[in-house]
């Protein structure tokens, strides 16, 4: 018989799905037998599949040890890299300023060194994070953004973290302000600009459309022009919904595309720039406004996180930021 203690990470989940994920060894039909058969309970007592776990419950296991058996460990994280930009820490998140061309989360063409990787392989070697010792838990990340646009993302340390944090996203109390560069300057210079957005999936391209069409999804773009220099101007955008390539699909819309994208923007512009390959896009600010209980985040409420230097940023003069 072998004991297993929940833990903050493990609470809330169902029995069945807990253990599924503890125990991959153990067949579903099995799980479900042993349940039924009281060789899996719950502080001495009978479970039923769909119990609700909560912290401090023991979990007797009257289960062969060869369902307990797991492979030797190999972490796929411990070859990511080490570099990370961390502008805030503590014992709940991590506030990141993700570099330009390093991806959120693995795709088909990298899987190691991505920004989840870094945050995982740099928990685990500050012993903030043992692979086995949580039995379900691991750091996420609370938003994303593209591989080709840096800027600040969220890491949940926790599973109550990662609940509250993906809420306040949901509820707009995380307000998230991002840098770009465009060519020409938006008239009038400060507003809120709204469409409707449809993603063609096979191309991985977005298009903006003044009317409702079936498929396509409300966006709301609130910007203002900071500086305007050479045919450029710098804008500072606030995103109240964020869909896939929104700032960069909008502006061109509107005849003003981010300097340097080769996607939505006008590459003989570009050329005019000097051949720029890097959009001119950084999220570079976010402002945490709780209006509701935040738990253990509450401390994260009023507080404000920005990049200090934004790299295209220097070719407007006298911005100051």
């Not at 833990?7 to 799980?31: E, I, M, T, V, Y």
């Not at 203002?224 to 061109?252: D, P, Y």
Request: include cysteine.
């Amino acid at each position: 018989m072998k004991q297993l203690t929940i833990g903050k990470n493990d609470a809330g989940q169902r029995l069945d799905k807990f253990l599924q994920k503890n125990l991959p060894n153990l067949p579903q039909s099995l799980l479900y037998k042993y349940i039924r058969k009281k060789r899996i309970k719950v502080n001495g007592k009978r479970a039923e599949i769909s119990t609700r776990l909560s912290v401090g419950d023991v979990l007797d296991l009257y289960i062969n040890d060869e369902f307990f058996e797991k492979p030797e460990p190999t972490y796929d994280f411990l070859h990511a890299g080490t570099n990370l930009h961390i502008l805030f820490e503590d014992e709940n998140v991590l506030v990141l300023d993700k570099p330009v061309g390093l991806l959120a989360h693995p795709d088909d063409r990298e899987y190691v060194d991505t920004l989840i990787g870094r945050v995982k392989r740099y928990l685990y070697e500050k012993g903030e994070y043992d692979p086995d010792a949580e039995q379900s838990f691991t750091p996420a990340l609370v938003n994303r953004i593209d591989r080709n646009t840096g800027g600040i993302v969220l890491a949940a340390k926790t599973a109550e973290a990662l609940r509250v944090l993906n809420q306040k996203m949901k509820d707009r109390e995380i307000h998230k302000f991002y840098l770009c560069a465009v060519h020409g300057t938006p008239n009038p210079e400060k507003g809120l600009l709204k469409g409707y957005l449809w993603k063609d999936e096979k191309k991985n391209r977005v298009y903006v459309y003044k009317d409702y069409r079936p498929g396509a999804k409300t966006i709301e773009t609130k910007y203002r022009v900071l500086k305007s220099a050479e045919n450029m101007s710098l804008v500072e955008v606030e995103l109240l919904t964020g869909r896939t390539h929104q700032i960069r699909a909008h502006f061109a819309s509107i005849g003003c595309p981010l300097v340097g994208d080769g996607k939505y923007g006008n590459n003989q512009n570009n050329r005019k720039q000097g051949g720029r390959r890097k959009q001119f896009l950084y999220s570079y600010k976010t402002v945490f406004d709780f209006t509701t209980d935040a738990g253990a985040l509450e401390g994260l409420n009023g507080m404000t996180f920005e990049v200090p230097n934004v790299w295209f940023a220097e070719q407007f003069p006298h911005y100051n930021g």
